[in-house]
């Protein structure tokens, strides 16, 4: 069945950097755009950043656009979200998510991994 | 582009069918109908559970039902049972970027 695991998630000091990894299993993870969505304590979601299926665009939510960055390795079936100049309000559960079209425009997300708690603090 | 607006709580009796607005929908998104909505249990992932305004994916039940109206779209359950006290979100794809938005989620409450 598909299945997505994320792993990396700790806790971190603020400003510094993070990689964050989603294993992809049980679908060709090659032909999909994949997603990183995240929660933080007690709140609602938030789309962060999608890649396309061959990693050769991006797109990042205004929020992180500069400080995050996605990318992915398709020889490994693995998606990652890389981190960087971490603040406290970036403390969340970070979900990744298989988009159901190539370019990242499918409209909707299914399924979702079970997420990667990521604390920062000082 | 914010966060959609969904109402914070709404609640009713087993058996009874509740209803759960999203506002603040782009027009693209509408004519395109890119909206879905999500259910999430305490410390679960979330889940897909309407696609496209009012497509459900395989194994959900059919008490869920999505729509919309202008700007507006809704999920109704039907029927409500205990399982479907959770939290729920709608979401939408906008074409001009950034690139999904998603509500501001609603807790449902079985009585």
């Known amino acids: 069945q598909v299945q997505l695991v994320e792993s990396g998630g700790g806790v971190v000091h603020p400003g510094t950097s993070l990689r964050l990894s989603c294993e992809a299993s049980?679908?060709?993870?090659?032909?999909?755009?994949m997603h990183w969505v995240r929660q933080a304590p007690g709140k609602g979601l938030e789309w962060l950043a999608v890649?396309?299926?061959?990693?050769?665009?991006?797109y990042y939510a205004d929020s992180v656009k500069g400080r995050f960055s996605i990318s992915r390795d398709n020889s490994k079936n693995t998606l990652f979200l890389q981190l960087n100049s971490l603040r406290l309000e970036d403390t969340a559960v970070y979900y990744c998510?298989?988009?159901?079209?190539?370019?990242?425009?499918?409209?909707?997300?299914?399924?979702w991994g079970q997420g990667t708690l990521l604390t920062v603090s000082s | 582009q914010s966060a959609l607006t969904q109402p914070a709580s709404v609640s009713g009796s087993p058996g009874q069918s509740i209803t759960i607005s999203c506002t603040g929908i782009?027009?693209?998104?509408?004519?395109?109908?890119?909206v879905s909505w999500y259910q999430q249990h305490p410390d679960k992932a979330p889940k897909l559970i309407i696609y496209e305004v009012t497509n459900r994916p395989s194994g959900v039940s059919n008490r869920f039902s999505g729509s919309k109206s202008g700007n507006t779209a809704s999920l109704t359950i039907s029927g409500l049972q205990s399982e479907d006290e959770a939290d729920y979100y709608c979401s939408s794809y906008i074409s001009s970027g950034p690139l999904y938005v998603f509500g501001t989620g609603t807790k449902v409450t079985v009585l």
């Open positions: 782009s027009s693209d998104a509408v004519d395109y109908n890119y």
């Open positions: 998510a298989k988009d159901v079209a190539a370019a990242g425009t499918g409209g909707f997300f299914d399924p």
């Open positions: 890649i396309s299926y061959d990693g050769s665009n991006q």
């Open positions: 049980g679908f060709s993870f090659s032909i999909y755009a």
